[in-house]
């Protein structure tokens, strides 16, 4: 299947500092990337969806100024944690896909970053 | 909104089937996923059904649907150690063009040897 990379695998920071995360399709091209955010056993929640030069659009009650996404190519999307609080502290998957049409267009996952916000 | 919803937690023995539960909300989804999550990884996708069908087989996975009572099932067959992780199942979101997935609670499986 395809692969999709996400860098870094980890990540502990500062109170108050950002952060970026890349999320990249190695080998295909991804229209679409998705963001997702992990708590500890719990599921996975969308947090926003990235189109290919266009502005991402964010699930309910996501802050667009807080996590600020950019997906500036075919290939890579990222997002950048603002001004992170240890509230922020969590495991953020993305996942990318091939354009949108009938039949599965399956989710190709990232491996996830983990995120420590001291 | 509703939740899909997973039962937590099932533990079984190496060489027993395990089968895992969900209920999901949106009675228009057209595919349904299984998907596997080891410890500190992404999500690997196991395995889908279809809305129009009521099983289908995959070597060790069964998954079976009723959508009447909106419940999806994953069998496992002699279910190996290696078996042990996390597993959600998701609900595609609407029935055309762009794809939305709803990730259930996760159920965890731990298999001993």
Not at chain 1, 44 to 70: C, P, R, W
Not at chain 2, 42 to 52: A, C, D, K, R, V
Not at chain 2, 98 to 110: A, E, M, S
């Amino acid at each position: 299947g395809a692969v999709v990379s996400q860098h870094p695998s980890r990540v502990i920071c500062k109170s108050g500092t950002s952060v970026k995360i890349e999320c990249r399709s190695l080998d295909f091209q991804a229209t679409t990337m998705f963001w997702y955010r992990q708590f500890p056993k719990k599921s996975l929640m969308l947090m926003a969806t990235s189109n290919e030069g266009s502005k991402a659009t964010y699930e309910q009650g996501v802050e667009k100024d807080k996590f600020l996404i950019n997906h500036a190519s075919l290939t890579l999307s990222t997002l950048t944690v603002t001004s992170a609080h240890p509230e922020d502290s969590s495991f953020y998957i993305c996942s990318a896909t091939t354009p949108p049409g009938l039949g599965l267009n399956e989710q190709f996952f990232g491996p996830g970053t983990r995120l420590t916000v001291l | 909104g509703e939740d899909v919803e997973q039962s937590l937690f099932l533990s079984v023995r190496e060489g027993d089937s395990s089968v895992i539960n969900c209920t999901y909300t949106d009675s228009s989804s057209t595919y349904l996923y299984w998907y596997k999550q080891e410890p500190g990884a992404g999500l690997q996708l196991l395995t889908y059904i279809f809305s129009n069908m009521d099983m289908k087989q995959d070597q060790r996975l069964t998954v079976l649907l009723n959508k009447k009572d909106k419940h999806l099932s994953l069998r496992i067959a002699d279910t190996q150690t290696g078996d042990s992780a996390i597993y959600f199942c998701a609900e595609r979101e609407g029935d055309t063009g762009f794809q939305k997935l709803v990730f259930g609670t996760g159920t965890r499986l731990l298999v001993s040897p």
